[in-house]
Structures are given as structure tokens and as C-alpha cells.
């Protein structure tokens, strides 16, 4: 079975902290995709990264960074320096072949605090 | 290009009723899924259509069902509502391109079940 676990449900640092929230996947597919969303209170899940299991590079956009590594089941995800408007939930999904494509696993979220 | 639009974006219903949401994907997106978030579940998938037929189907009763318009629009019913079914609705369009195409979602239709 698949399954996506974020351990942290809430995380509430000071705004310009780094902040990193973890992801820890289980799944017997070979090949894989990772993805992290964000949801602002406003409601809708907002697309930030997309990853397939080939792909173990770190992959750096601006102040976001994440870091994959099979051989711990993990794909983390680094704020750097967080700005208030980094405030919402943060979701890692999973997504497997074999027919599965649009099917997405969900973690159960962490909530990111970022305060002034 | 115009994003996942969901109507209608708030709904009160009572237990007994049903319910229909309406997802429009992105143009050219040729996949819907459906998910359903509670603060106690989580985001669950529901089901994902392509092509007007169902692909992919999560664990829901049969209350739930959808159905996908040749033009890749997207309903979803729910009938004899419960006060569980409460929840955020959340639609998403991908292409798709046979792998596991990136999902781009709607901002959501919330139902309350009084």
C-alpha cells in the first residue's frame, strides 16, 4: 500500500528562520512521482514541485529547496529566510503507475506558521 | 490560461439531499480528479475520469459518482447526504500524458450538511 506520512502537523517559527518540513513516503511501485502543494487559507491547493523516483537531484527554486533520497524514503522541503505569506498548509502527495496516474496520496499536512 | 474553476464555491444542503458540483479544467486538460478534504480524513482521492470514463475510483460509497462531459468538464454527485459528507471539494485537471502528470487544482467547493 501507498502511503505519504508528515510527521510535523504544526511548525510556527519567526519570520527570516529557515524552516524544514519533512515528508517520508511507503510504496512498492519502482517508479514514482512526489509532489508538494500548498494550501493559503483561501481554500485551493497551489502546485510547487513535482519529482520522479529517477530524479534523486536536489532541486532549488528561489528560497525553496528540496532534498530526495530514496535510501530514506524522504523528500523534504527548506524554506529559506520564511516571509509571513509562507503561512499556510504544506501537503506532500504520491503518485504511483500501473494505472494510478491520477490518483495522488496525500500526507495529513503540516501547518507552517511564519510570525512578523 | 484560465485555471480549475469549481461552482458553485459554497453550498448548504440538509441531510437527505443530494448535491451536484461542477469542475471545468484547465483548457486542453483532459483528466479530472476528484478529492474530498475533511479536518479528520484529510484529503482522500475520490475518483479521476478521462476521456468520460471513470479511471480511477477511491474508497466512497456508492452515494458518491461523477461523470465527465465530452468537452472535459466534470461533475460530481453525492446522494442522500450525510452530516459527514461536510467537507471541501476540490477538483483537479491534468493533461494527462500517461505518466503521472501533474494535478492542478480548483479553489474548492465547501458543502455543509445542517
Known amino acids: 500500500a501507498q502511503k505519504v506520512t508528515q510527521a510535523q502537523t504544526e511548525i510556527s517559527v519567526v519570520e527570516k528562520e529557515d524552516v524544514t518540513l519533512d515528508c517520508v513516503y511507503e510504496?512498492?511501485?519502482?517508479?514514482?512521482?512526489l509532489f508538494w502543494y500548498k494550501q493559503p487559507p483561501s481554500g485551493e491547493l497551489v502546485f510547487l514541485i513535482r519529482r520522479n523516483s529517477f530524479d534523486e537531484q536536489n532541486e532549488i527554486s528561489g528560497r525553496y529547496s528540496w532534498n530526495f533520497q530514496k535510501s530514506t524514503s524522504s523528500f523534504n522541503f527548506t524554506i529559506t529566510a520564511s516571509q509571513v505569506v509562507d503561512s499556510a498548509v504544506y501537503f506532500c502527495?504520491?503518485?504511483?503507475?500501473?494505472?494510478?496516474?491520477?490518483?495522488?496520496?496525500f500526507g495529513q499536512g503540516t501547518e507552517l506558521s511564519v510570525k512578523p | 490560461k484560465a485555471g480549475v474553476t469549481q461552482t458553485p464555491r459554497y453550498l448548504i444542503k440538509t441531510r437527505g439531499q443530494q448535491v451536484t458540483l461542477s469542475c471545468s479544467p484547465i483548457s486542453g486538460h483532459r483528466s479530472v480528479s476528484w478529492y474530498q478534504q475533511t479536518p479528520g480524513q484529510g484529503l482522500q482521492f475520490l475518483f479521476e475520469?478521462?476521456?468520460?470514463?471513470?479511471?480511477n475510483k477511491g474508497n466512497f460509497p456508492g452515494r458518491f459518482s461523477g461523470r465527465q462531459f465530452s468537452n472535459s468538464r466534470s461533475e460530481m454527485n453525492v446522494s442522500t447526504l450525510e452530516l459527514g459528507d461536510s467537507a471541501l471539494y476540490l477538483c483537479?485537471?491534468?493533461?494527462?500524458?500517461?505518466?503521472?502528470?501533474?494535478?492542478?487544482f480548483g479553489p474548492g467547493t465547501r458543502l455543509t450538511v445542517l
Open positions: 502527495a504520491l503518485s504511483g503507475l500501473n494505472n494510478q496516474g491520477g490518483k495522488l496520496i
Open positions: 483537479a485537471s491534468s493533461l494527462p500524458s500517461g505518466s503521472a502528470d501533474t494535478q492542478y
Open positions: 510504496t512498492r511501485d519502482t517508479t514514482y512521482y
Open positions: 475520469y478521462f476521456s468520460e470514463t471513470q479511471r
